[in-house]
């Protein structure tokens, strides 16, 4: 699959993908005789994984950190279950900090709504 399709089918840009395979979060990708880029079913997979972490909030240093150990082999398995242990409590931290703000929204626009209904 060529770069430009592998943008549409992620909702990335193309230059977003070149820094992720610069940052070696991805590949490197195989490049055709003509220089194009050809992305296989494994940088699929990993552009997915990436992808959602970065939407969490996950570090592009922790991923890249990971991505390094995964290359390694096998013998990374605990420092990389570490890693994930580690990005997982910071992520239900923002998710506990978002919950509260969540909850202080519906607070206040129920006190709102009351004011309005009491309005009329």
């Known amino acids: 699959m060529q770069i430009s399709e592998v943008a549409n089918q992620y909702g990335l840009t193309v230059d ?15 490049k055709e005789k003509n220089g194009i880029r050809n992305y296989d079913e494994n940088d ?10 970065r939407s969490a ?12 150990l995964y290359d390694e082999g096998e013998h990374t398995l605990e420092e990389r279950k570490n890693i994930l242990i580690e990005q997982r409590k910071i ?7 978002m919950q509260e703000a969540y909850q202080k929204l519906n607070y206040k626009i129920d006190l709102y709504r009351g004011q309005l209904q009491e309005k009329k």
């Open 44 to 53: 699929l997979k990993r552009i997915e994984f990436v992808k959602c972490m």
């Open 16 to 30: 977003t993908l070149r820094y992720y395979e610069k940052e070696s979060l991805i590949g490197p990708i195989k």
């Open 91 to 97: 992520l239900k931290a923002k998710i506990d900090k």
């Open 57 to 68: 909030g996950v570090e592009v240093s922790f991923l890249k950190q990971y991505m390094k």
